[in-house]
T-cell receptor, first 112, second 115 residues
Framework: GDSVTQMEGPVTLSEEAFLTINCTYTATGYPSLFWYVQYPGEGLQLLLKATKADDKGSNKGFEATYRKETTSFHLEKGSVQVSDSAVYFCALRNGGYQKVTFGTGTKLQVIP | GAGVSQTPSNKVTEKGKYVELRCDPISGHTALYWYRQSLGQGPEFLIY????????DSGLPNDRFFAVRPEGSVSTLKIQRTERGDSAVYLCASSIRGDVYNEQFFGPGTRLTVL
């Protein structure tokens, strides 16, 4: 079945550091890929998405590129802020299936 | 506008009891989803409704779990004979339609603790 593997956390960075959170997936066909974010005390929010190979999703300074050859969708941000502290989930949605398959989440803590 | 709401926010029950968890989707959203998030894990799909019907219930772990959406809006997730392993955060999401191009909006979840 479909699955998503992302790097374990927690990840602790200083403000303005470069962020990479690795994500790889296993799926048949051509899934859509997502990054969701969960801020402390809040619900899951869609951060960005990409629906086909080589697409780049971007939002709030975060980017991720859909790499079919490496089955990856790594999340990057050039300069993190304290307000980026949250749990980040990589996820996929495959073809006609309505469910979203999530990774286990990576907790990011940004310190001033 | 109002987002997805879930009630209660917390529920503590004893092993063997019956519980109901409620989800109010965003108005006008025809698709509704339930997920379960165990501690340290990502959400896992339980069931998807398109309108009043359960279009995909492949994620329900066993027959103790059941969900309804009788009028195509509010949904209730029902768990019979609760077990300690059912303890988790139950998330509800809704989208305008149930296709890949429509974002799923998540509620804050109900934290269920089975003692």
């Amino acid at each position: 079945g479909d699955s998503v593997t992302q790097m374990e956390g927690p990840v602790t960075l200083s403000e303005e550091a470069f962020l990479t959170i690795n994500c790889t997936y296993t799926a048949t066909g051509y899934p859509s890929l997502f990054w969701y974010v969960q801020y402390p005390g809040e619900g899951l929010q869609l951060l960005l998405k990409a629906t086909k190979a080589d697409d780049k999703g971007s939002n709030k300074g975060f980017e991720a590129t859909y790499r079919k050859e490496t089955t990856s969708f790594h999340l990057e941000k050039g300069s993190v802020q304290v307000s980026d502290s949250a749990v980040y989930f990589c996820a996929l949605r495959n073809g006609g299936y309505q469910k979203v398959t999530f990774g286990t989440g990576t907790k990011l803590q940004v310190i001033p | 506008g109002a987002g997805v709401s879930q009630t209660p926010s917390n529920k503590v029950t004893e092993k063997g009891k019956y519980v109901e968890l409620r989800c109010d989707p965003i108005s006008g959203h025809t698709a509704l989803y339930w997920y379960r998030q165990s501690l340290g894990q990502g959400p896992e799909f339980l069931i998807y409704f398109q309108g009043t019907g359960a279009a995909d219930d492949s994620g329900l772990p066993n027959d103790r779990f059941f969900a309804v959406r009788p009028e195509g809006s509010v949904s209730t997730l029902k768990i019979q004979r609760t077990e300690r392993g059912d303890s988790a955060v139950y998330l509800c999401a809704s989208s305008i339609r149930g296709d890949v191009y429509n974002e799923q909006f998540f509620g804050p979840g109900t934290r269920l603790t089975v003692l």
